[in-house]
């Protein structure tokens, strides 16, 4: 049994190295083209390239010495709508609830590639939004732009 189990994994162990991982990302907006907003997708980062596929269907191709710049953001709000909703069941859960924050965070990637220019705006799961800005700095050579600690004075 033990020997089999050896067999087993030796076989398992390369098949997972050599699958191919990306990052689920929700498209939130941005200029390609036949995309709804909303959309799942998921984010390949290659040696020199970066690729949003949904499915099969491969929504767009961006080389990495084309990319232009790397943003960062985050969307905080309070959890009114859970709050209300768990008052009717218990007043004193649902005042704590209003208490509680919930965190979006927003990956923004802007391209330039001859006279073919481009942006796109992504929200990241908690746990991989900074694996994406790591991968994404890393392949680009650009470094990520904290979008929430730009000031704007009109």
């Known amino acids: 049994m033990?020997?089999?189990?050896s067999f087993l994994l030796c076989l398992m162990i390369p098949t997972m190295a050599l699958a191919e991982s990306g990052y689920k990302v929700t498209y939130d907006g941005g200029s390609v083209q036949n995309v709804k907003v909303g959309s799942k997708a998921i984010l390949y980062i290659d040696n020199?390239?970066?690729r949003l596929?949904?499915?099969?269907?491969?929504?767009?191709?961006?080389?990495?010495?084309?990319?232009?710049?790397?943003?960062?953001?985050?969307?905080?709000?309070?959890?009114?709508?859970?709050?209300?909703?768990?008052?009717t069941v218990s007043l004193g859960l649902g005042a704590l609830m209003l208490l509680a924050k919930s965190k979006k965070?927003?990956?923004?990637?802007?391209?330039?590639?001859?006279?073919?220019?481009?942006?796109?705006?992504?929200?990241?799961d908690k746990k991989d939004y900074r694996g994406v800005l790591a991968g994404l700095e890393g392949v680009t050579g650009k470094k990520a732009v904290d979008s929430d600690a730009m000031t704007v004075k009109n």
């Not at 033990?2 to 189990?5: D, G, I």
Request: net charge positive; aromatic share 8%; proline share 2%.
């Open 2 to 5: 033990k020997y089999f189990l």
């Open 48 to 50: 020199d390239q970066v």
């Open 53 to 87: 596929v949904d499915g099969t269907q491969n929504l767009v191709t961006i080389p990495a010495a084309a990319v232009t710049e790397i943003s960062y953001g985050q969307d905080v709000h309070r959890r009114v709508g859970a709050a209300i909703g768990l008052a």
């Open 105 to 124: 965070h927003y990956v923004g990637l802007t391209w330039a590639s001859g006279n073919r220019k481009g942006g796109i705006a992504m929200q990241c």
